[in-house]
């Protein structure tokens, strides 16, 4: 019985039209076909010359429709058929097409008979359709005639869902721009520099002298001393400010991630690389990135950032070709890259092209007069941030206690123990008697002798260091050691020890104070 061409094309057509999602177009296209021809499974494929695969985006059975997302790999043949293909293939005995032979295998169905219909637009080659029936002999001509009138429904279809996806992904990356940046300028907004006419005198006179210019920075400093504020005055006080601030920490990334979260990759680079995806280089194009902890890339890393600084180009995982940028490099660490360069932890030629300009960031124990600046400021910032109705008085000697304290985790501690004693305050004036979260708690008892006279600052610093140390049964580092405790890194902790004369091991000395204090 012949069947009405024009029925069966209004008719198909309309259910291939009928979503841009297509394969729930391809479930009601199955569900048509099954009507006019046998049909049990039908594949929709995207050729992609480059990586010479055949990509599975979308299955269909009479019961359900499914995206997919599996890459096939082509034999040689393969692309030589594709290439010759333009019509529809009736294959009865998949033995007799080597080509044919190999998908129908991947498909499990080395007995099954197939449609494949090749679908391209203007010319341009999209991908294939595969229509399936179980056994061997199931299609006619009269079946091939009827699924050849497919052919311009289905690449139409084809070519909508993909530039619908390519919009929703166009739209998913704006998204990410737009969070990623709406994260970084809320931070932003509350990284007043306190202390930058006062204990960051200088260091704000550098960032003047250095932000105009496109040289590199490396910031230097302890851990939580504010080397990301510095890093955000550098971008906003030089030309690029109106492009990307990106952010980095070298130490958070772990290596197997490394390249594609510094360079970007390719679709298809490696399992899981579903899309192309740029890295933090090409999103700081035209601005700053600033890599923090740069004494942490491992020593591969290093080799493929001194090659980026070199050229001022990179490749993205799985690319071929380079893409040329202009970025402004800041980077930061709290090791003595100069040391690591000698013990060949780090590389000599990519410190000199980082160490254009140094700036040493002091800690907050050498800038104790910008502490009540920067507790005012917290207080205020944390409150907001905590809604608390009114802004909390101090109690008396809170400031004083504050002045004492040695600070090893420096602005961040100080910060993290003002938000502490806003949560627990309950409305009563802040006291900060808890500085260290429990820990420490007695401490503030030893900045002074037993007269009630105040020791100096070392004398203070060393009954601190000597009380951790105590605590860690004579642990300097590793897990739970005093470093750890302090916040600190083991050598800096070591070398202060040797100057206040605090002996390793379990027995310490605290210098005896001079006569007549």
């Given at each position: ?32 076909l ?87 637009v ?22 091939v ?36 940046l ?22 704000m ?72 995806k ?18 942490e ?29 202009d ?28 160490n ?7 800690p ?5 007069k910008?502490?009540p ?56 004036p802040?006291a ?12 503030m ?11 100096t600052?070392?004398e203070?610093?060393?009954?601190h ?31 202060r020890?040797n100057r ?18």
């Amino acid at each position: 019985m012949s069947v009405d061409e024009n029925d069966f094309f209004r008719r198909a057509t309309l259910q291939i039209c009928s979503s841009l999602e297509i394969e729930t177009a391809m479930w009601r296209a199955i569900n048509c076909l099954k009507g006019f021809m046998p049909a049990d499974e039908m594949y929709l494929h995207l050729y992609e010359s480059d990586l010479g695969a055949l990509r599975t985006i979308a299955g269909a059975t009479a019961e359900v429709g499914r995206k997919m997302d599996s890459l096939t790999p082509l034999p040689p043949e393969f692309h030589n058929r594709v290439a010759e293909f333009t019509g529809t293939d009736f294959v009865n005995e998949p033995e007799a097409e080597p080509g044919f032979q190999f998908m129908l295998r991947y498909y499990g169905r080395p007995d099954t008979s197939a449609l494949i219909q090749l679908l391209e637009v203007a010319g341009e080659k999209l991908g294939a359709l595969v229509l399936l029936a179980e056994r061997k002999d199931r299609f006619t001509q009269e079946h091939v005639r009827l699924f050849s009138l497919l052919k311009e429904p289905f690449a139409i279809a084809l070519s909508n869902t993909l530039k619908h996806q390519e919009i929703l992904r166009l739209k998913n990356l704006l998204a990410d721009d737009n969070r990623y940046l709406h994260r970084e300028l809320l931070r932003l907004s509350g990284d007043e520099i306190i202390g930058a006419e006062s204990g960051l005198r200088e260091v704000m006179a550098m960032v003047r002298q250095v932000a105009p210019l496109g040289s590199p920075v490396l910031l230097l400093g302890e851990t939580g001393v504010g080397k990301d504020v510095i890093a955000n005055a550098i971008h906003y006080s030089s030309p690029r400010k109106d492009g990307p601030f990106v952010k980095l920490n070298c130490g958070a990334i772990p290596e197997t991630l490394l390249d594609s979260e510094l360079f970007g990759h390719e679709k298809g680079a490696f399992t899981g690389a579903l899309s192309r995806k740029r890295g933090r280089f090409e999103r700081a194009d035209q601005g700053t990135l600033f890599l923090d902890e740069i004494g942490e890339l491992p020593p591969q890393a290093q080799v493929r950032m001194l090659r980026v600084l070199q050229y001022k180009e990179i490749e993205r995982v799985g690319g071929t070709n380079p893409i040329s940028l202009d970025i402004r490099l800041v980077a930061a660490t709290n090791r003595n890259l100069e040391e690591m360069v000698k013990a060949k932890q780090f590389r000599e030629d990519l410190w000199f092209r980082l160490n254009v300009f140094p700036i040493s960031i002091p800690p907050l124990r050498e800038r104790r007069k910008d502490i009540p600046a920067l507790v005012r400021h917290f207080v205020q910032r944390k409150s907001l941030e905590l809604r608390h109705p009114a802004l909390p008085t101090l109690a008396p000697g809170a400031i004083d206690r504050l002045m004492v304290y040695p600070w090893p985790g420096n602005v961040r501690e100080l910060e993290n123990v003002i938000e502490r004693a806003l949560i627990v305050s309950k409305g009563t004036p802040l006291a900060f008697n808890d500085l260290a979260g429990g820990k420490q708690a007695a401490n503030m008892s030893n900045a002074f002798d037993i007269a009630g006279v105040p020791l100096t600052l070392d004398e203070a610093v060393c009954r601190h260091i000597r009380q951790v140390l105590e605590m860690t049964g004579g642990k300097v580092h590793g897990k739970n050691g005093a470093a750890e405790v302090l916040g600190i890194n083991p050598s800096t902790l070591r070398n202060r020890m040797n100057r206040l004369g605090i002996s390793y091991g379990r027995s310490f000395s605290l210098p005896r104070r001079a006569a007549g204090r």
